[in-house]
């Protein structure tokens, strides 16, 4: 009797599961399908948060988690989708916005995680993948299991009055329908064409609408249902074997790497770091200079990112003074790393210069500021072995990549491009309107130049984009963004 109601328990949740799951395939039908991404995203999160949360209540812990942080930038990142519009950033905050919501989920469950090991990775791929494609069948069985605790509920012993039941209302039914018909000439039309319903639905355009609902639906049923099945979060360690490096062997490394970075920057020293005299060598131009060189420059700042970290990790620790030399070896060469994002920023800054800005060149001065901010905390973390690194590094590398998304990056672009155009008469019209929509104030101000072929093709677009807009009637595409734009070129006209 027991194991009964646990099983009627159960099976009442999975309905539950299971009908709230496919109420955000629905969802996800409504809010996206040939519509244009805007606040939709944002409350399409907020609901799968909502199911997850209402599902787990029973296993979740309020207390000091990581998997509670990480719904800030969840938040922020699928807001950002109502406030900018570049393009690029769409795909990158979806698989982010997926990544931190499978790794909140399982901290908000298990809050003693590990999220600073490989393990972690390996729990996240289990978790989003490999537990969902297990419980692709789960669905069928919770609803067989359903039809059968319903007819063992006692049906026996009402089955001769249901069978009066539908005896009586039979004879009533057709009464009525009959009644209804002759006093409403509209609903005996609808009564008497009721096959023309089904003739008038499009299977072309139904098919994609049921299979996107069902893809959904059964990738979050199989998701949350993953936590809810497992009795306990058991944290898997990979069967890596402990790694020590020597330190003589870390030092000698090290020792060469920084002779090599020393001979570098006193190189440098002579044309870069020169004031107002900076000077090139023979047959060089700033130019030349500029276009070769700086992903080649944050090529090795990363690796030498990762010697540092990797020495940090698997160095031995038995003897006091090679650890100290080390230290100071490792201090140097995160100097260096520190010198070459100066370079290279430096390369890029004289590249922009003569061939203006675009949005990679601007992301890759970002991404130098992130490693600039990281380098500081590894140094820290050299003497200081107190300060958590690799989690330092994830918790700033999340924050950084959540503020960039509500930087106005193609605005920033757009008004230099066009400052520099203004100083030397040169832009690259074709690239300034395939920014986003952040970039049409700027182009606004193109309108008037003398230039006929530039103004032609901003026209064009903006014509175009006003088109684009006209065709965005639903309140789920809505976007900061677009709808300052849409008063802009509304006023123009």
Not at 98 to 103: K, N, V
Not at 233 to 253: G, K, Y
Not at 432 to 437: H, M, N, Q, V
Request: proline fraction near 2%; glycine fraction near 6%; charge should be positive.
């Amino acid at each position: 009797m027991e194991i009964n109601e646990t099983m009627e328990i159960k099976t009442k949740e999975g309905l539950y599961c299971l009908l709230f799951s496919l109420l955000l395939g629905i969802a996800f039908d409504r809010l996206f399908f040939d519509k244009a991404f805007g606040i939709s995203y944002f409350i399409f999160i907020g609901l799968c948060i909502g199911f997850f949360l209402w599902s787990t209540r029973d296993r979740i812990s309020f207390g000091k988690s990581f998997g509670w942080f990480l719904l800030i930038p969840i938040a922020l990142l699928s807001f950002s989708f109502a406030v900018h519009t570049v393009e690029i950033f769409y795909l990158f905050n979806i698989l982010a916005v997926s990544f931190l919501m499978i790794a909140s989920s399982i901290l908000i469950v298990n809050p003693s995680f590990k999220w600073d090991k490989s393990s972690f990775i390996a729990e996240m791929l289990r978790r989003g993948i490999v537990n969902v494609l297990n419980n692709i069948g789960k669905p069928f069985k919770i609803l067989k299991a359903s039809i059968k605790i319903g007819i063992d509920v006692q049906i026996e012993e009402g089955k001769k009055q249901i069978l009066i039941g539908i005896l009586v209302s039979l004879p009533l039914l057709i009464v009525i329908i009959m009644l209804l018909s002759s006093a409403d000439m509209v609903f005996g039309h609808y009564l008497a064409n009721l096959t023309e319903i089904f003739n008038n639905i499009n299977i072309e355009k139904f098919v994609p609408h049921v299979v996107l609902i069902l893809v959904i639906a059964f990738y979050l049923f199989g998701y949350v249902w993953g936590f809810k099945s497992e009795e306990k979060t058991i944290e898997s360690s990979l069967c890596i074997p402990a790694v020590s490096w020597e330190l003589v062997t870390i030092i000698t490394v090290l020792i060469a790497l920084n002779i090599l970075y020393l001979f570098f920057t006193m190189i440098q020293f002579s044309y870069l770091y020169g004031g107002g005299n900076m000077t090139l060598p023979a047959n060089f131009t700033y130019a030349e200079y500029a276009r070769k060189g700086f992903f080649e420059l944050v090529a090795v700042t990363f690796i030498n990112f990762i010697i540092v970290l990797s020495c940090l990790k698997y160095r031995k620790k038995d003897n006091k003074k090679l650890l100290k030399a080390s230290n100071l070896l490792l201090t140097v060469l995160v100097a260096f790393t520190l010198n070459m994002l100066f370079s290279a920023n430096f390369k890029l800054t004289l590249y922009e210069g003569t061939f203006g800005y675009t949005f990679l060149r601007v992301s890759v001065h970002l991404f130098m500021l992130l490693l600039f901010i990281l380098c500081l905390v590894v140094a820290a973390g050299i003497w200081y072995r107190k300060i958590p690194i690799v989690r330092s590094i994830i918790v700033i590398t999340i924050i950084m990549y959540t503020i960039i998304n509500y930087l106005n990056i193609d605005g920033f672009i757009a008004r230099k491009n066009i400052e520099r155009y203004r100083e030397t008469g040169k832009l690259d019209a074709y690239y300034l309107t395939s920014l986003s929509f952040e970039a049409v104030p700027y182009l606004l101000e193109m309108r008037e130049i003398n230039d006929r072929h530039i103004k032609k093709v901003i026209d064009d677009n903006l014509e175009y984009r006003k088109e684009v807009l006209d065709n965005e009637n639903s309140w789920t595409e809505f976007n900061f963004s677009k709808n300052r734009v849409r008063k802009l070129l509304n006023r123009g006209n």
